[in-house]
């Protein structure tokens, strides 16, 4: 009898651990390291879902939508979350994403309407430097200096992609020629944010392409206020950091719920100091003491979905052509 109490004791634990919704998240690499929100949010949010949140680090941003095409409907993904304004309309392109259900009062310097994505963070792209050093404040002053800077590869990551556009939107066609100028600048081009930012802490370049908000790390964080960011004149390009479901999911609703939870004030309170990020929807306790000290630039830039994907071809030319040289 023992032995049958036992066995089914088993059948009983295995069946409630079958019966355990996971939903799977795919998001970028940085969102699930120890430092990260990942840790918080995914406790967060398993304490109200009665499921397993499942996050999967995929590189950077832009490397996100190139899984989800290779996998098409057959990933499994239920959310991607890290994808940006620059990136959706090539997102909605694949057929894979899928309307939701969420509502937020969102507190972005856009008006938000788009009923796939949802935004959950959002900031300006800036040059992060040591605030003890003066550095140019335009693009134009930066290619004609010996400042040495780390970028990241905007075929894989967000930020370098946010470059391509920013200077874009500043120079229009005199684009390639601010690329030209600054093409013995650069030290390296990496495939994501983390390892850009990691060799600029090594001391392996004067600048690093970043956001207004990373100082704000290492104020906190460490109580470091040795990093600043370069204000340039041309104005910052913008970034909306969003996530969406997918058709194909096999938890829509449970999809629709982490899409709600990433707006709530449960997660929104998580990300300033976790992902360093201006939440998109202002927390109940306000932003932390130190993002008040954060430089803010006195011109934002920022693409329509579709003009994004419009100009990245010929945006993307250039680089490259630049860079070749």
Known sequence: MKHLLFAAGILTATTAVAETP???????D??????????????????????????????????LLSRIRLEGARSD????????????????DTGLFAPNSVTADYALPITWTDPVFVPY???YFAFVHSADVEMPGNFRDLA????????????????????????????????SQIWEGLSDNIVTVTKGWSEAYGLFLEGEADMVLSYTTSPAYHLIAEGDD????????EGHYMQVEVAAKLVASDQPDLADQFLSFMVSDAAQSILPTTNWMYPA??????????????????????YSADEAAA??????????????R
Do not use: H
């Open 22 to 28: 996971i939903l799977t998240v795919y998001t970028y």
């Open 30 to 63: 940085s969102f699930v390291t120890d430092w990260g929100p990942g840790p918080q949010v995914e406790a967060a949010f398993e304490a109200t879902c009665a499921c397993d949140l499942k996050l999967v680090g995929i590189e950077d941003g832009a490397a």
């Open 77 to 92: 993904a239920d959310v991607v979350l890290g994808l940006d304004t620059n990136l959706m309309s090539a997102a909605m």
């Open 121 to 123: 963070d959002w900031g």
């Open 144 to 175: 004609e200096s010996d400042v040495k800077i780390l970028i990241q590869d905007p075929r894989s990551s967000t930020p370098g992609l946010g470059l391509l556009y920013w200077i874009k939107a500043a120079y229009g066609d005199e684009a």
């Open 226 to 233: 040795s990093k600043t960011t370069a204000l340039f004149s």
């Open 281 to 302: 929807v202002t927390p109940a306790a306000g932003l932390p003491d130190g993002f008040e000290t954060l430089t803010t630039p006195q011109k934002a830039l920022l």
């Open 311 to 324: 100009l990245r071809g010929a945006a993307l030319d250039e680089w490259l052509s630049a860079l070749s």
